[in-house]
């Protein structure tokens, strides 16, 4: 199999005897009568003119002896053509011969007629190069395999999926009618700075820029809540805005440094207002989108058609992690119940910092049909107004739908007073050590007292919806260009990787365990990752014998000393979005498989006894995670 680069030369080649005939491989100008999907739906109508312009890219060809069968593609549609030695001028049919190569785009000029397999199709007469490609396009039929290298030449991976590049159609579907939802509804979209000296409106870590005029730093938009809330005091009753965002935060699966969201606020509500506005607006996405009123997603058909669900936030606790007062629980019961759940506290951590942790662990994945969450404490957002009849709660909501945070949104305070005191007191916290922190912002606590009307406000995480639209597990699917770390400049090559197994060498394991344990841990990379593993099947031997090669990337084997280790290392790769493999006791003392499955999950993960744990990913990161762990002797 010829390489990339031998692949390319034989094109420049091609390239070449273009130019040595006087034909500009990229001309400007490009001439077409109608689209391929025009071309197919008027096929009857173009049949009768003596000539037709097409163009696209040329994403198959067969020849046939005398006859060169080709597949173009223009994005609207395919359509087929046919160059026939007998019935062209030898130099065309030569030239289209030695130079044309999938993934060219060409401009044919011809007749439509229908073969005698009844397809459709332009006997060409004339045609010209548009632009001439230099690289192949990946396989046919299995496009780019390499998770990372799709999400980097989205370009290709859109290109030979169909079902990708229907996933962002569906996106752009989406957005559109979120947009026209909120116009028919009265709002007015708005935009407002993306360079902020203050990073407000939530609690994130911004990205820092400088401007060099000014000489000033400026953080990239969080959130635009507040400018939002300015319009309010400045007369607008309902405005909204679709933009980008900028957090530096992890990457996850539900999480990407830049992302889309759309915020709104609206005069004279409240958030049981906008809980029924965010429930029409679902129910009518869905229907808009699927004609019914149901989704799939991971497995689940999610239906839309009745009331949502509403429960409290001390509720779900109660429900699903088992906490039977959270609402008078003390911090040192707090965090024996975050380690239950693998959930990590810091010694600055408040109390609504662990019960978050504890909800998205616990909680969260259990919200699988659409149920809002209410009556959340009051330190959870210094934004929110006190509840009614409880002032230790928010009235705020969240929006959750197949185990994913869509909504979140609150009655807005609106008391300028109030508003300064949540201030100090956020201070104090950031005094004390506690990140994620919202600045006080006295220009907007300014702003504030010139009067601002009661309103209701709301957070729409676009691309969380669209991993939800399109069954997507990963918010890098449901992005086009997801935040990706760079390759090795230097060499323009992919960061190399590795693979490390760690056994647990508190257990004491017989020689026939830790062989056992690696070869589990090993098979399994295997079976997740695939013919990614490798760079070649297999290579021949000087008498033409096939000898199949091993995976690329090396493999080390390291010892740690205890259970818990094994649990930090499983945390600190996860957190990385690096793949994680588990080898357990139950799986080892028995091959049944309904046993290790009832066992495992009648354990909480700190309970499990870990044999082996193997992770796999980029050099750097893996060696950065394992790095205080010694070889295995």
């Known amino acids: 199999m010829a390489s990339v680069e031998e692949i390319r030369n034989n094109r420049l080649e091609k390239l070449r005897i273009l130019e040595e005939k006087g034909l500009n491989p990229y001309p400007v100008t490009t001439k077409r009568d109608v689209t391929l999907k025009d071309a197919v739906g008027e096929f009857d109508r173009l049949s009768k003119e003596k000539s037709v312009a097409l163009a696209g890219r040329v994403m198959s060809i067969r020849p046939q002896g005398g006859l060169i069968f080709c597949t173009l593609d223009d994005g609207t549609g395919r359509f087929q053509g046919l160059v026939k030695k007998d019935t062209v001028e030898a130099d065309v049919f030569d030239l289209f011969s030695q130079t044309v190569d999938i993934g060219d785009f060409v401009e044919v000029h011809g007749t439509f007629f229908v073969t005698k397999r009844n397809e459709k199709t332009i006997e060409v007469r004339q045609w010209r ?66 360079l902020q000296v203050l990073a407000g409106g939530a609690t994130a870590q911004p990205f820092v820029t400088h401007h060099n005029a000014l000489d000033i730093d400026f953080n990239l938009t969080i959130a635009q809540e507040l400018y939002l809330k300015k319009l309010l005091i400045g007369g607008f009753n309902k405005v909204y805005e679709i933009g980008r965002k900028f957090r530096n935060e992890g990457i996850d699966t539900t999480h990407n440094p830049e992302f889309t969201m759309l915020e709104s606020n609206e005069s004279y509500t409240d958030a049981l207002g906008q809980r029924d506005f965010i429930e029409q607006l679902f129910k009518h996405l869905v229907k808009k989108l699927y004609s019914k009123n149901t989704i799939n997603y991971s497995g689940n058909e999610i239906d839309f058609s009745e009331k949502f669900t509403v429960i409290t936030f001390y509720d779900l606790l ?275 498989d309904k046993k290790v499955i009832a066992s495992t999950k009648s354990k909480n993960q700190s309970e499990i006894e870990y044999l082996g744990v193997l992770v796999f990913g980029e050099k750097s990161m893996v060696e950065k995670i394992t790095a205080k762990f010694k070889l295995f002797d």
């Open 129 to 194: 190069m548009l632009a001439k490609s230099l690289r192949p396009l990946p396989e046919k039929w299995h496009g780019l395999q390499d998770v990372e290298e799709r999400f980097r030449r989205r370009y290709l991976d859109t290109l030979m999926s169909p079902e990708v590049k229907e996933r962002f159609v569906v996106r752009s579907k989406l957005v559109s009618e979120i947009r026209s939802f909120y116009n028919d509804a009265g709002y007015i979209e708005v935009e407002t700075p993306r």
């Open 318 to 592: 109660k429900k699903y992690a088992e906490i039977p007062n959270p609402e008078k629980i003390t911090r040192e019961e707090l965090v024996s119940s975050a380690s239950q759940f693998g959930v990590e506290v810091s010694p600055v951590e408040s109390l609504e910092k662990i019960m978050d942790g504890i909800y998205k662990k616990a909680c969260r994945p259990k919200l699988i049909h659409p149920t809002f969450i209410v009556d959340y404490p009051l330190s959870f957002n210094p934004f929110a107004k006190r509840k009614e009849g409880s002032p230790e709660l928010i009235d705020r909501f969240q929006l959750v739908v197949g185990g994913i945070e869509l909504v979140n949104a609150f009655s807005e305070l609106n008391n300028p007073i109030d508003q300064r005191d949540r201030y100090l007191e956020q201070d104090s916290k950031k005094k004390k050590g506690e990140t994620d922190i919202a600045p006080s912002d006295l220009e907007y606590t300014e702003a504030m007292e010139y009067g601002m009307p009661p309103n209701g406000g709301i957070g729409i995480g676009i691309d969380r919806v669209a991993m939800l639209f399109t069954d997507s597990k990963n918010i890098k699917e449901a992005i086009l260009f997801p935040t990706l770390k760079p390759r090795d400049e230097s060499s323009g090559k992919k960061q190399k990787k590795i693979a490390v197994a760690a056994l647990n060498g508190a257990l004491g394991l017989k020689r026939w365990e830790e062989m056992n344990t690696v070869a589990h841990l090993t098979a399994a990379l295997g079976a997740r990752k695939g013919k990614s593993l490798l760079f070649k099947d297999e290579i021949q031997t000087k008498d033409d014998q096939a000898v199949s090669l091993n995976i690329q990337h090396a493999i080390m084997i390291k010892r740690a000393d205890s259970n818990d280790d094994m649990l930090s290392i499983i945390r600190d790769a996860r957190a990385q979005e690096l793949a994680v493999t588990e080898f357990t006791r139950e799986m080892i003392v028995t091959t049944d």
